[in-house]
Protein backbone atom coordinates (compact mmCIF):
# COMPACT_ATOMS: atom_id res chain seq x y z
CA UNK A 1 0.00 0.00 0.00
CA UNK A 2 1.44 3.27 -1.08
CA UNK A 3 1.71 6.21 1.90
CA UNK A 4 -1.08 8.07 1.05
CA UNK A 5 -3.84 5.08 0.00
CA UNK A 6 -4.09 4.54 4.04
CA UNK A 7 -5.30 7.98 4.43
CA UNK A 8 -8.78 7.48 3.09
CA UNK A 9 -9.52 4.44 5.22
CA UNK A 10 -11.66 4.81 8.39
CA UNK A 11 -10.03 4.15 11.93
CA UNK A 12 -10.93 0.28 11.93
CA UNK A 13 -9.71 -0.14 8.87
CA UNK A 14 -6.70 1.77 9.83
CA UNK A 15 -6.18 -0.74 12.75
CA UNK A 16 -7.11 -3.82 10.41
CA UNK A 17 -4.07 -2.83 8.61
CA UNK A 18 -1.66 -2.19 11.27
CA UNK A 19 -2.27 -5.94 12.41
CA UNK A 20 -1.69 -7.09 9.02
CA UNK A 21 1.79 -4.87 8.57
CA UNK A 22 2.32 -6.50 12.21
CA UNK A 23 1.94 -10.12 10.98
CA UNK A 24 4.26 -9.15 7.96
CA UNK A 25 6.68 -7.83 9.89
CA UNK A 26 6.77 -10.64 11.83
CA UNK A 27 7.57 -12.95 9.17
CA UNK A 28 9.92 -10.35 7.82
CA UNK A 29 11.62 -10.89 11.44
CA UNK A 30 11.15 -14.76 11.42
CA UNK A 31 13.38 -14.72 8.13
CA UNK A 32 16.36 -12.37 10.18
CA UNK A 33 16.50 -14.85 12.68
CA UNK A 34 16.12 -18.33 10.43
CA UNK A 35 19.25 -16.52 8.41
CA UNK A 36 21.20 -15.97 12.16
CA UNK A 37 20.43 -19.25 12.86
CA UNK A 38 21.84 -21.33 9.76
CA UNK A 39 24.72 -18.53 9.80
CA UNK A 40 25.77 -19.60 13.09
CA UNK A 41 25.50 -23.10 12.66
CA UNK A 42 27.93 -23.02 9.49
CA UNK A 43 30.04 -20.92 11.76
CA UNK A 44 30.25 -23.20 14.46
CA UNK A 45 30.81 -26.65 12.04
CA UNK A 46 33.17 -24.29 10.24
CA UNK A 47 33.56 -22.71 6.88
CA UNK A 48 35.98 -24.31 4.73
CA UNK A 49 34.83 -24.53 0.92
CA UNK A 50 33.87 -22.05 -1.03
CA UNK A 51 30.39 -23.03 -1.14
CA UNK A 52 30.00 -22.61 2.60
CA UNK A 53 31.55 -19.56 2.14
CA UNK A 54 28.96 -18.10 -0.33
CA UNK A 55 26.26 -19.32 1.64
CA UNK A 56 26.88 -17.83 4.69
CA UNK A 57 27.48 -14.54 2.45
CA UNK A 58 23.55 -15.09 0.73
CA UNK A 59 22.81 -15.92 4.32
CA UNK A 60 24.20 -12.60 5.62
CA UNK A 61 22.68 -10.23 3.06
CA UNK A 62 19.52 -11.96 3.18
CA UNK A 63 19.35 -10.91 6.80
CA UNK A 64 20.28 -7.67 6.55
CA UNK A 65 18.07 -7.13 3.64
CA UNK A 66 15.36 -8.51 5.77
CA UNK A 67 16.24 -6.17 8.42
CA UNK A 68 16.20 -3.35 6.25
CA UNK A 69 12.65 -3.97 5.12
CA UNK A 70 11.61 -4.52 8.44
CA UNK A 71 12.77 -1.16 9.62
CA UNK A 72 11.28 0.64 6.92
CA UNK A 73 8.37 -1.17 7.30
CA UNK A 74 8.29 0.20 11.07
CA UNK A 75 9.12 3.72 9.99
CA UNK A 76 5.23 3.58 7.95
CA UNK A 77 4.19 2.17 10.60
CA UNK A 78 4.96 4.66 12.42
CA UNK A 79 3.49 7.51 10.79
CA UNK A 80 0.23 5.47 10.05
CA UNK A 81 -0.14 5.27 14.37
CA UNK A 82 0.70 9.28 14.28
CA UNK A 83 -1.98 9.82 12.12
CA UNK A 84 -4.29 7.38 14.12
CA UNK A 85 -3.55 9.01 17.33
CA UNK A 86 -4.27 12.37 15.43
CA UNK A 87 -8.04 11.18 14.42
CA UNK A 88 -8.74 9.89 17.84
CA UNK A 89 -7.96 13.11 19.70
CA UNK A 90 -10.64 15.15 17.85
CA UNK A 91 -10.35 18.08 16.38
CA UNK A 92 -8.90 20.98 18.55
Known amino acids: MRDDDWRGLDEEAIERLL ?16 AAVVTTYLGIRGVTSLVDRLTVAALV ?5 AGGVAFAMRQHDLRIYRELRRRRSGPR
Open 19 to 34: IERWLYRGMVLGVVLV
Open 61 to 65: ALGLA
